[in-house]
């Protein structure tokens, strides 16, 4: 069955800090990967979407890592802010599922 | 880029009355169109998606059903609302591009009490 897993569930950090969000995932054959930036209470926007052949790709402050081998995706986040406060959503597309999407981490930024 | 629009953004209606949720999608045209729920602490599940006018796939049984009149105008409706069906409703949108990236609506709030 594929799935997509993410860690950690919550993560609560500093105005300023930079932080790691993990996505695991057993979905095959893989097409892309893609994270997601959901604002509470909004529709999820896009952050990257990546290839089999992309092993990072960055969107300003946000930068995000593939190993295809290990089926490991990873989002950085450099000197956060306030803003970046959301759900971060691993998504990857291939399989007889088409997409299938991660639960999210919710992510607060403190001042 | 697409622009997905959405409304009601909120909505709060009682077990048994009817639904019916509007998305219409700018900026595109032939689009895919998706709708999904999303339940407080799970993922996102998709419900129905649409290749075409009048085309629907629903992805799990369920109360609610879904309607595409014209290109860019997905509808969600049901009959009867079940407590069951709260949640945050999502409409999203894609092309049969090399990513097929899809854009979300801002979504629609449903409680039923």
């Known amino acids: 069955k594929n799935q997509v897993e993410q860690s950690p569930q919550s993560l609560i950090i500093l105005e300023g800090k930079n932080c790691t969000l993990q996505c695991n995932y057993t979905v095959s054959p893989f097409s892309n990967l893609r994270w997601y930036k959901q604002d509470t209470g909004r529709g999820p926007v896009s952050l990257t979407i990546m290839t089999f052949s992309e092993n990072t790709k960055s969107n300003g402050r946000y930068t995000a890592t593939l190993d295809a081998d290990t089926k490991q995706s990873s989002l950085h986040i450099t000197a956060s802010q306030l803003s970046d406060s959301a759900s971060y959503i691993c998504v990857v597309m291939g399989g007889a599922d088409g997409l299938t999407f991660g639960k999210g981490t919710h992510l607060i930024i403190q001042p | 880029s697409q622009t997905i629009h959405q409304w009601p953004a909120t909505l709060v209606q009682p077990v048994g009355s009817p639904l019916s949720l509007e998305c219409t999608v700018e900026?595109?045209?032939?689009?895919?169109l998706y709708w999904y729920r999303q339940a407080a602490g799970r993922g996102l599940q998709l419900l129905f998606y649409?290749?075409?006018?009048?085309?629907i796939s629903s992805e799990v049984p369920q109360n609610l059903s879904a309607s595409r009149p014209q290109d860019r105008q997905f509808i969600l409706s049901s009959k009867k609302l079940l407590l069951s069906d709260s949640g945050f409703y999502l409409c999203?949108?894609?092309?049969?591009?090399?990513?097929?990236?899809?854009?979300f609506g801002p979504g629609t709030r449903l409680t039923v009490l």
């Open positions: 999203a949108s894609s092309t049969d591009s090399n990513y097929n990236e899809q854009f």
């Open positions: 900026g595109t045209s032939n689009p895919n």
């Open positions: 649409s290749v075409g006018i009048g085309q």
